[in-house]
């Protein structure tokens, strides 16, 4: 099993920073992507960002938040970090950290089904 723990969420105004945090716990030696997806309300969840967790430089983003947000790994690279700047109020809601199994050329990372654990999230509102 894996846990994960996400933090850094909070209010921001419009064309503010946030950075996410996402902490990585249990048998993480399984895991191969890590990810954040995000959900305002009464919308479906929506994939934000993607990282291969075993080297390399391949991540994924939305079309909604290239050159905005940028997905890290820390150096104990059990840890992923969402930076999000120029935040907009569209990028409001709750933002979930998740990790899967899976890999491989086609693995799809923007698919939230492909991912085997969730955190509880945290919460992002930017105002206008």
């Known amino acids: 099993q894996v846990q994960l723990?996400?933090?850094?969420?909070g209010s921001v105004q419009a064309g503010g920073s946030l950075r996410l945090s996402c902490a990585a716990s249990g048998y993480t030696v399984s895991t191969n992507y890590m990810g954040w997806f995000r959900q305002a309300p009464g919308k479906e969840r929506e994939a934000v960002?993607?990282?291969?967790?075993?080297?390399?430089?391949?991540?994924?983003?939305?079309?909604?938040?290239?050159?905005?947000?940028?997905?890290?790994?820390?150096?104990?690279?059990?840890?992923v970090y969402l930076q999000m700047n120029s935040l907009k109020p569209e990028d409001?809601?709750?933002?979930?950290?998740?990790?899967?199994?899976?890999?491989?050329?086609?693995?799809?990372?923007?698919?939230?089904?492909?991912?085997?654990?969730?955190?509880?999230?945290?919460?992002?509102?930017?105002?206008?």
């Not at 723990?5 to 969420?9: H, Q, R």
């Not at 967790?53 to 104990?76: E, H, L, M, P, W």
């Open 5 to 9: 723990v996400e933090s850094g969420g």
């Open 92 to 128: 409001s809601g709750m933002y979930y950290c998740a990790a899967a199994n899976g890999g491989g050329t086609y693995f799809e990372p923007w698919r939230g089904e492909r991912y085997n654990y969730w955190g509880q999230g945290t919460q992002v509102n930017v105002s206008s």
């Open 49 to 79: 960002a993607a990282i291969y967790t075993r080297g390399g430089d391949s991540t994924y983003y939305a079309d909604s938040v290239k050159g905005r947000f940028t997905i890290s790994q820390g150096n104990a690279k059990n840890t």
